[in-house]
């Protein structure tokens, strides 16, 4: 594939079903081995020839995930490349419209199959629920319109990778220009602010067209499927076996009762510390004592030996993998202009390697988000060995345990970046940062509730919607002159967009990780073995096991948030 960043992978284990050379761009290649699987289906008359059958199924799956997987990474990778755009396109109009039936077919094969119930229970039990998911929910007048929804995605990642502004007689990308933010000189920081805020405000009309046909598109495949509403099918599509909309609902009011007060005394000891009268938005990522701006690397190439060092010292086989993926080039991690934005870790099925995408710049943020997609990279590389497909993958909210908790545990060497002082900062903003994002995480999840279960909103009624989850989680700070802005502040959430209900898996995992990390701090050695072992459960075992082969509780009610943010509490007071 042209531009990806990585040449041709080592193979995890030889094809025994897909040939050696196809052409994942010509379904006319790809359609007869969807016919080969659906023959034999029928021919497979005992547990061993039908678990045989699902493998061959897999190792087609995990090949044509992997072309679609480059085809994306050499997309956001080159946002401005329009052969790259077209070669992307092409799987997603022409390709994925194929195979979504085929693999229902497939699916429906298995459910039906009389071999299915003879199975061993323990090894096919999740595999078997999800599957028979897939089969409930299939519709084929959702393939083109979720053909439609890929397409606005990418409309957007376009949209805001291409966003620049002028500043100092340069042109920047707005990740870029976060970095000013951190810039003790507040006028600096108000300019840079705004001169953002202006150039996101120009483009609220077009990012609002595209959500609104987004909402159409979502809402109509709800209904195609048999659902009252978008939430009650997403959640279905999600597989959210294990929790409902109103277990997300408390979840919100236990982050409003045990976190905003914490998040209003980091604010307000911020706002004397800055000897101010109110906080404004360009006042919340400066050193509250007005120290330069940590500066953890120069270049990104610093970035990745420090992280290289941080590993080395907390585990060998995982410092092994992080070296691999450099080795075979696995990263792509500089900002640059015609990136899409954010940060990734994407998985290529069949090579059972990971890739890690970034926007660095040079900020402490960089290091917790290399740290953080580092995490997903373990996970993928903990499931190498894992021959059924499905099961190399786990669900999110036990995926972000994989990454948040290696943020927690990295941060205990973070001295490979800093001289002490440094390091404690470090620490310490990290630390805020979890209290910080449980309300946002706790708006943008409750806003996603509020679009659709009112699916004939207005614009109005929507930015209103906001404004009062803004009123409830934002806190102390004072948008006045830039009401709009704050308005609009959910366009920058690509989730809400690209993956949506995707976000609240974030504060699930952050008390699955604040648990990992809670265990490290009584025995380093069995917390670690523990994180390891869940990992390697990939998606073989329900949520509540992989929390627990991972030394957590799978809960998120108050009484699972409070002694953790009171552990947080108690390490920011000793960090000062």
Known sequence: MKALPFEKLPVAKARSFVPTQVDWSDWKQIAPLYDRLEARAADCRTPA?????????????????????????????????????????????????????????LAQLFVEHPMRGKLPRPRYEVFDRTTALQVELFRPENVP????????????????????????GKERTLVEMARFQEEPERVMRQETWELVAKRRLQEVE???????????????????????????????????????????????????????????????????????ASLRPWDLAVDPESRPALRPFEQVEGMVANTQKIFDQLDKSLAGGFRQMQDLKLLDLANRKGKAPGGYQSTLAEARLPFIFMNAV?????????????????????????DLHAYRDAPIEFCEVASMSMELLGNEFIESFYAAPEAKRARRDHLEGIVEVFPWIATV???????????????EERRAAWEQLMKRFGGDVDWSGWEKSRGYLWHRQLHI???????????????????????????????????????????????????????????????????LVELVRTELVKLG
């Open 497 to 563: 967009f690209l993956h949506p209900f995707y976000y609240v898996e974030y504060g699930i995992a952050e008390l699955g990780a604040l648990q990992v990390w809670a265990n490290s701090r009584r025995d380093k050695a069995r917390a670690l073995e523990d994180y390891k072992r869940g990992l390697a459960l990939g998606g073989s075992r329900p949520l509540p096991e992989l929390f627990a082969a991972a030394g957590c509780r799978f809960d998120f009610s108050a009484a699972t948030i409070k002694p």
């Open 145 to 168: 319109l979720e053909t439609e929804e890929a397409k606005l995605g990418q409309q957007y990642q376009k949209l805001i990778g291409s966003l620049t502004v002028e500043f100092k």
């Open 362 to 386: 040079g900020v402490q943020r960089d290091v917790e988000t290399i740290l953080h997609e580092a995490g997903h990279a373990f996970h993928a590389l903990a499931t190498r060995g894992e």
């Open 206 to 276: 077009a990012i609002e067209n595209i959500f609104d046909q987004l909402i159409k598109l979502r809402v109509q495949m709800a209904k195609n499927a048999g659902f009252k509403n978008y939430v009650e099918y997403a959640y279905r599509s999600r597989r959210r076996f294990d929790y409902g909309p109103a277990d997300c609902l408390k979840f919100h009011d236990a982050i409003e009762q045990e976190v905003m007060p914490v998040l209003r005394e980091l604010q307000a000891e911020r706002k004397r510390q800055l000897g101010l």
């Open 49 to 105: 020839e039908l678990e045989k059958w699902l493998l061959d199924w897999g190792e087609l799956t995990a090949a044509l995930d992997q072309d679609g997987s480059e085809r994306y990474i050499a997309m956001t990778c080159h946002t401005d490349d329009a052969e790259i755009e077209k070669a992307y396109l092409h799987f997603v109009e022409h390709i994925q419209p194929e195979v979504k039936p085929r693999e229902f077919k």
């Open 445 to 459: 999840d409750a806003f996603q509730h509020w679009i659709y279960s009112h699916p004939e909103h207005t614009r």
